[in-house]
């Protein structure tokens, strides 16, 4: 049975960075997306960013581009997302996810659904 585990959160103030990373751990039977949603309470999970490894392809959400970057050991069981120029709104609890499905399934805007595989979750706070 594969497993995630998301790691990396904490606590800056605005403009500050942080890097999460997802080890993934067992055989995810040949994922070739690999994702990091977000959640508030009290609100639906939202996807930060795609990457599908099939191709090296990367989707960001557009509220992260540009401060965002996603990236890939070369043995593809660990990835690590670099937040830079946190924001308040960035606060939240950060999964990482997996799932095996074809490229147009590998999107910020894909249902949480096709994700079959989900870390625990790390929390991001950003203070102003």
């Known amino acids: 049975q594969a497993q995630l585990v998301d790691s990396g959160g904490g606590s800056v103030q605005a403009g500050g960075s942080l890097r999460l990373s997802c080890a993934v751990y067992?055989?995810?039977?040949?994922?070739?997306?690999m994702g990091w949603f977000r959640q508030v309470p009290g609100k639906e999970r939202e996807g930060v960013v795609a990457?599908?490894?099939?191709?090296?392809?990367?989707e960001y959400a557009d509220s992260v581009k540009g401060r965002f970057t996603i990236s890939q050991d070369n043995s593809k069981t660990t990835y690590s997302l670099q937040m830079n120029n946190l924001k308040p709104e960035d606060t939240a609890l950060y999964y990482c996810?997996?799932?095996?499905?074809?490229?147009?399934?590998?999107?910020?805007?894909?249902?949480?659904?096709?994700?079959?595989?989900w870390g625990r979750g790390t929390q991001v706070t950003v203070s102003s």
């Open positions: 067992g055989n995810t039977h040949g994922a070739h997306c």
């Open positions: 990457l599908y490894t099939g191709g090296g392809t990367t």
């Open positions: 996810a997996a799932h095996q499905r074809t490229r147009p399934y590998c999107s910020t805007i894909a249902p949480v659904g096709v994700f079959r595989y």
